[in-house]
């Protein structure tokens, strides 16, 4: 069975300048993880001298997945953040525990 999608994610698809069209995925929360091809010299702001090729390879996102992914994404950022905050929290303690040990092994020997 090849369906429309296969297609345009298989197929060597050109621009309107003449190169061949770059699959890359969509990380909007109207679109989270939908794939699309768009001209290769587009950059992320969609400026620079690109043309303006673009086509979705993924059907649009089911209007569950659109609500449920986003979210996710957002608890991942979130709990990236709790994991930055713990590695710096475990590095102060790290730095503690050796000012306290110092200080024990000057106490005994002194
Ligand atoms: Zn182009």
């Known amino acids: 069975m090849s369906s ?11 621009c309107y300048c003449g190169r061949t069209a770059v699959l890359k995925t969509s990380w909007t929360n109207n679109n989270p ?6 001209c290769s010299t587009r950059n992320e702001r969609g400026g620079g001298n690109a043309c303006q090729f673009f086509t ?3 059907p649009p996102i089911c209007a569950r997945a659109g609500v449920i992914i986003p979210g996710l994404l ?3 950022r979130k709990r990236d953040e709790e994991i930055a905050g ?6 102060i303690m790290g730095v503690l525990l050796f000012f ?4 024990l092994l ?5």
């Open 4 to 14: 429309c999608s296969e297609d345009l994610l298989t197929r060597d698809i050109q």
């Open 33 to 38: 993880g939908r794939r699309f091809r768009t």
């Open 56 to 58: 979705w390879v993924d």
């Open 74 to 76: 957002r608890k991942l």
């Open 86 to 91: 713990l590695k710096k929290r475990s590095q």
């Open 100 to 103: 306290v040990t110092v200080m």
């Open 106 to 110: 000057l106490l005994v020997m002194g």
